[in-house]
């Protein structure tokens, strides 16, 4: 069957790649994007740029509303209720029924709400909060200012950039995560520790305990919140920014019947277990070409890469094509105190990390396997090392200890030496 | 801005490297930075990456293009072109000449591609 048509669910990063591949390959069917924020965004911003209010809705979209239509891509602004795979039918919630021959979702996901007691009732009442789109980013940034007291409950990536852009609105923060420090997973401990504790140095008041309960406070503290510890202490707060991870919305892919576990499964084209049907982004879940289930990714790149590999694929079966992309090490980047964050590849995997320290604090971490070949990186401020690295890790090339540690030899050295 | 100025002699950046000009010097409205590619040519650029703030005189040069340091948006050194997200605005090239070992730009004038 040849791809006449193609429907992407979801206006993400991830669904916003397919498109513009799509279009970039000259595919010359029809497009349609249907969204239910309307006109993509880009999400980062929200908990950076955006929330500080240093920059606005126009300039975090990827592409004007014009470009959609100018690039013949049909922006539908709604909510797709159900899919049926065997026809190729796209149901939207009010409205009508379309169809193509592929389907691609990239419904991303939710923001996580932790089972503890008093959260979901706080939660309806607009003083507990998540971060996942504008229209939360918004209800936020409402409640940010001198004089206010938020609670960040997670000190993870954007539990940490919320805390940060906060207490630099003047609002006065504290940070509740049972972790101390979080992210040694994703950066080492070395970096970790280093990042944690610069909440501390810009007024932040961190916390090392987890949450046990919630409950409305205003007669107790003259805050609308009391937050209860398991160590037994107490945080008065307006607001709690709960930022414990997310859910991906999986519901469309189960009711159409496709194969999911933690995420939509799909192949290393991104085609999932029905041949019509594609999963990018945050909502998708690889399983290589041995076998084996991957950990889903949630970070902006595999959003845009999967999306672009998708659309190689749905254009490579509309016609000849250059073959498939190569699959990316995964990457992502962070900001916080006004530092820039950034790792690639895995910091966890088996092996040893080699520090590279810059004015005296650790500012690079390498993580090198047995075969002294670079299998991740992170760095805090110094993403040059991180973009050579990541060639390294691509390349398999084999790096020697004393240089990755020694920062008077240039990165970009170990990359162009063979 | 037809005026073409001297701006470094070739050995003064090394393969990879770029040389951040600030208005001052070029007349221009931005800073312009000159990168030396890897293909051994000389090209310029607008140094503020077209998609948030950050210099791409910082970024890491691969072959004939310019990765961003802040969010890794790759530009095409030759013609400025966007290659990837997040940026999808192309980056303002200008004219550069290599004459008798000097580089020569000439700030607001386009890049043939
Ligand atoms: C506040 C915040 C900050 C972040 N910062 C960073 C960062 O600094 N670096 C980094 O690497 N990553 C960051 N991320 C992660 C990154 O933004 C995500 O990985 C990325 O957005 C995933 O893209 P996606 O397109 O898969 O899903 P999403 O961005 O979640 O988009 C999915 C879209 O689909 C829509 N949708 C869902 N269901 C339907 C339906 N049935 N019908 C129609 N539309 C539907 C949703 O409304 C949504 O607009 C951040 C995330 C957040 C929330
Ligand atoms: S600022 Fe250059 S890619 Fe974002």
């Known amino acids: 069957m040849s791809v006449e048509s193609v429907i992407v669910v979801g206006g993400g990063p991830a669904?916003?790649?397919?498109?513009?591949?799509?279009r970039r390959g000259f595919f010359d069917g029809t497009v349609t994007l249907i969204a239910s924020e309307g006109v993509p965004y880009d999400r980062p911003p929200l908990s950076k740029e955006y929330l500080a209010g240093t920059t606005d809705v126009e300039a975090i979209r990827f592409e004007p509303a014009e470009w959609f239509a100018e690039h013949e891509v049909d922006l539908v602004t709604g909510d797709v209720s159900s899919v049926e795979p065997d026809t190729g039918e796209v149901r939207l919630a009010d409205g009508p029924t379309l169809r193509a021959d592929r389907v691609v979702f990239a419904t991303g996901g939710a923001a996580a709400l932790p089972p503890i007691p008093g959260v979901e009732q706080s939660h309806d009442a607009g003083t507990v909060l998540t971060l996942r789109s504008l229209d939360d980013a918004d209800a936020l940034r409402a409640r940010l200012g001198p004089g206010?007291?938020?609670?960040?409950?997670?000190?993870?990536?954007?539990?940490?950039?919320?805390?940060?852009?906060?207490?630099?609105?003047?609002?006065?923060?504290?940070?509740?995560?049972?972790?101390?420090?979080p992210l040694v997973a994703a950066v080492g401990p070395e970096l970790a520790r280093r990042l944690h504790d610069m909440h501390a140095a810009h007024g932040v008041e961190v916390r090392t305990a987890a949450v046990a309960q919630v409950e409305a406070g205003e007669e107790a503290t003259g805050r609308a919140l009391r937050i209860h510890l398991d160590d037994g202490s107490e945080v008065a707060a307006d607001t709690a920014l709960i930022g414990v991870g997310m859910v991906p919305r999986?519901?469309?892919?189960?009711?159409?019947?496709?194969?999911?576990?933690?995420?939509?499964?799909?192949?290393?084209?991104?085609?999932?277990?029905?041949?019509?049907?594609?999963?990018?982004?945050?909502?998708?879940?690889?399983?290589?070409?041995?076998?084996?289930?991957?950990?889903?990714?949630?970070?902006?790149?595999?959003?845009?890469?999967?999306?672009?590999?998708?659309?190689?694929?749905?254009?490579?079966?509309?016609?000849?094509?250059?073959?498939?992309?190569?699959?990316?090490?995964?990457?992502?980047?962070?900001?916080?105190?006004?530092?820039?964050?950034?790792?690639?590849?895995?910091?966890?995997?088996?092996?040893?990390?080699?520090?590279?320290?810059?004015?005296?604090?650790?500012?690079?971490?390498?993580r090198v396997d047995e075969?002294?070949?670079?299998?991740?990186?992170?760095?805090i401020d110094a993403s040059q090392a991180v973009r050579v690295a990541r060639r390294l890790i691509a390349r398999g090339t084999v790096v020697d200890a004393d240089d990755l540690a020694d920062p008077d030899v240039p990165l970009k050295q170990l990359m162009r030496r063979r | 801005m037809s005026e073409p100025i001297r701006v470094a002699a070739v050995e003064d950046i090394d393969e990879g490297e770029a040389l951040l000009l600030q208005p001052e010097v070029t007349g221009a409205s931005e800073p312009i930075s000159v990168f030396h590619g890897e293909d051994g040519g000389f090209y310029a650029l607008d140094d503020e990456c077209t998609h948030e703030t950050a210099s791409l005189a910082d970024g890491l040069v691969d072959g004939d293009t310019v990765e961003c340091p802040k969010h890794s948006a790759a530009f095409c050194l030759k013609d400025g072109r966007a290659l990837c997200l997040p940026a999808t605005r192309d980056a303002r090239t200008h004219r550069v000449e290599v004459r008798d070992g000097e580089i020569y730009l000439h700030p607001g004038v386009p890049a043939q591609a």
């Open chain 1, 15 to 22: 669904g916003f790649a397919v498109v513009q591949r799509l």
């Open chain 1, 250 to 366: 999986t519901a469309l892919a189960v009711a159409a019947g496709l194969e999911v576990d933690g995420g939509i499964v799909v192949d290393e084209t991104f085609r999932t277990s029905h041949q019509r049907i594609y999963a990018v982004g945050d909502v998708a879940r690889l399983r290589t070409d041995d076998g084996e289930l991957q950990p889903r990714a949630e970070h902006w790149e595999h959003a845009v890469l999967s999306g672009g590999a998708a659309g190689a694929a749905l254009l490579a079966e509309a016609g000849p094509s250059a073959g498939p992309e190569p699959i990316e090490s995964p990457w992502f980047w962070s900001d916080r105190h006004g530092v820039h964050l950034e790792a690639v590849g895995s910091m966890a995997a088996p092996g040893r990390t080699i520090t590279r320290e810059i004015d005296g604090a650790p500012a690079v971490a390498f």
């Open chain 1, 371 to 379: 075969t002294s070949r670079v299998i991740g990186c992170a760095a």
């Open chain 1, 148 to 181: 206010r007291r938020l609670a960040v409950v997670g000190g993870g990536l954007i539990g940490a950039e919320v805390a940060s852009t906060a207490a630099g609105t003047g609002t006065e923060v504290v940070l509740i995560d049972p972790v101390d420090p």
